[in-house]
């Protein structure tokens, strides 16, 4: 059950960019900014917040999705090991919940949106990347591992991402929640000024 | 309909009913169709990509902090008033100053470096921003390492600071009907600020 469950969202992960090449008549590679109206787009998820409280009794969130998932496959090739662990003895920690199936939400809405608006790109390096950091897709990658690595870490330490703490909590007013923001803009800031101007 | 303000000041024990039903298979649904929306507007709103969040942070960009503190205006006020109605309870997380204040800026450091934040790297993937992949597995393995440091940190860190369910309008000694609106006037002086003198593209 729970290891088929894994299977369909790594399948899901792995489809999406099938899906997104069979689209690639509408690439438009120039375009960097918001389709939509970024006033309109914060209002729109602001209200979405209400929908997701009245009918979920949840707040949106991404990073705890990811953890789960990660402990579904921790109990496939070390069941006992994670077991031990004091953050899966809560069982509800590696499951497919409500959050797993909005983070899956989440990359088909984007594929939508992106595939309404003529805006998939279908391609593996970013060209402001590619620019300063060259074509090594597995540069990228390594970069990108470790940056999910950490930003992950962080989170669950922290106790939610920039939708977690950085929308749904800070609008609830948790003190935590303005807190952990403001350090990820400073360690934001100060690692891609470095990787950037340094 | 609004007298019954909080009478006990963590908010997290609140008499508020129970909300939606613990269907499991009609809450995944729900949930799968309300990632729909988040991603289609992260998407729409420009920051599903590598530029506009890299840029956030070279101090190029300001569509982040317009889309974010749009939507914690909004939220906060449809969030407080369905509150004050009995409609929702709330989910206060805990604020504790050390692990708040260390994850938060490890979470920078790895958001620097991937510049996609969880919930924006899938909607970079369901654009087709392949890297995202890298990003996503990343988040999974980092989990798993933080699991294995949980029970440690659990003893240490996060006991630095350790406030429980601490708000806002407890600290400045507000009620919501007064701190609610005070932060939403901040929040959308902030964003006109950046408007008019930073980046006034709309």
Known sequence: MSSRNVLHVIGLIVATPMLALAQTEAVDPGATGPAWSPYLVGVLIGVLSMFTFYFSAKPLGASTAFANVAGLIGRLIAPRHTDSLHFYADKKASKIDWQVALVIGVIAGAFLAAWSGGEITGRWLPPMWAERFGESVWLRMAVGFLGGALMAFGARMAGGCTSGHGISGAMQLSVGSWIAPLGSFVGGVATAMLLFYA | ?202
């Not at chain 2, 609004?2 to 009609?26: F, H, L, M, S, V």
Request: net charge neutral; glycine share 12%; hydrophobic share 50%.
């Open chain 2, 1 to 202: 309909m609004a007298q019954d303000e909080t009478k006990n000041p963590t908010r997290n024990e609140d008499p508020q009913p129970d909300g939606p039903p613990e269907n499991r298979a009609a809450q995944l649904g729900l949930g799968f169709l309300f990632g729909m929306i988040f991603g289609f507007l992260l998407q729409k709103g420009g920051v599903a990509k590598y530029e506009v969040l890299i840029g956030m942070l070279l101090f190029e960009d300001f569509t982040v902090v317009k889309v974010m503190m749009s939507a914690v205006v909004v939220g906060m006020i449809g969030i407080y008033a369905l509150h004050t109605a009995g409609l929702v309870k709330l989910h206060i997380k805990p604020t504790r100053y050390g692990a708040n204040t260390l994850g938060g800026i490890l979470f920078g450091i790895g958001f620097g470096l991937a510049a996609y934040c969880p919930g924006t790297g899938a909607a970079a993937l369901g654009q087709g921003n392949f890297d995202a992949i890298a990003v996503l597995l990343g988040l999974m393995a980092g989990s798993y390492v933080f699991a294995e440091a949980s029970g440690w940190l659990a003893r240490t860190v996060n006991r630095w600071g350790d406030r429980g369910m601490l708000t806002l309008d407890r600290v400045l000694n507000l009620k919501p009907r007064v701190s609610v609106p005070v932060v939403a006037t901040v929040l959308v002086l902030v964003l006109a600020a950046i408007h008019v003198f930073v980046d006034p593209t709309p």
